[in-house]
T-cell receptor
């Protein structure tokens, strides 16, 4: 079965600290996609990144970086020099596929609530 | 500014009421989705529409009735809901149909409270 686990329910840091959000996934597919979304208090899920299973290069976008490790089935997200505006719930998700009948259904983790204090 | 807009943002309704949630996407996408987000539960996919045709109903009770008149608009009609249906309802869209790897873009959600 496909599954996404975000073991950290809540994280609290002080502004300017670095913070890493963990994501571990399970899948039997050889081709799959991983996503991160941010959900601020307003409710909207904001797309942050998509990564396919064949691309293991780490990615950096400003203060955000992602570490994809296929060997450990992890796709961790690091925020460098955190800011108060980073406070939100962050979701990791896996795009499901079942061979010829792939549905593209997103399987979400439970989310990690990040609180950045001034 | 989000490419997927939802109205109303907040809705309080009684269990005997009939109301509707509306979603409009301005991204030129062909697929639209309804997701439900309850407290302490993972996001749940409810319905998928691809080119106006419903392609997935994730065992959703009939008191939730979706409607997709075109690729840009999606409605969720609500009738005789229960208090446990109180949740954040998120609309989303994607360029292509629901295939693996398709990036799904979400709206701001409609906060529904059933009293």
């Amino acid at each position: 079965a496909q599954k996404v686990t975000q073991a950290q329910t809540e994280i609290s840091v002080v502004e300017k600290e670095d913070v890493t959000l963990d994501c571990v996934y399970e899948t039997r597919d050889t081709t799959y996609y991983l996503f991160w979304y941010k959900q601020p208090p307003s409710g909207e899920l904001v797309f942050l990144i998509r990564r396919n299973s064949f691309d293991e290069q780490n990615e950096i976008s400003g203060r955000y970086s992602w570490n994809f490790q296929k060997s450990t089935s992890s796709f961790n997200f690091t925020i460098t020099a955190s800011q108060v505006v980073d406070s939100a719930v962050y979701f990791c998700a896996l795009s499901e596929s079942h061979g010829s009948s792939n549905t593209g259904k997103l399987i979400f983790g439970q989310g990690t609530t990040l609180q950045v204090k001034p | 500014e989000t490419g997927v807009t939802q109205t109303p943002r907040h809705l309080v309704m009684g269990m005997t009421n009939k109301k509707s949630l509306k979603c409009e996407q301005h991204l030129g996408h062909n697929a639209m989705y309804w997701y439900k987000q309850s407290a302490k539960k993972p996001l749940e996919l409810m319905f998928v529409y691809n080119f106006k045709e419903q392609t997935e109903n994730n065992s959703v009770p009939s008191r939730f009735s979706p409607e997709c008149p075109n690729s840009s608009h999606l409605f969720l009609h609500l009738h005789t809901l229960q208090p446990e249906d109180s949740a954040l309802y998120l609309c989303a869209s994607s360029q292509e149909g629901p295939v693996s790897g398709n990036t799904i873009y979400f709206g701001e959600g409609s906060w529904l409270t059933v009293v």
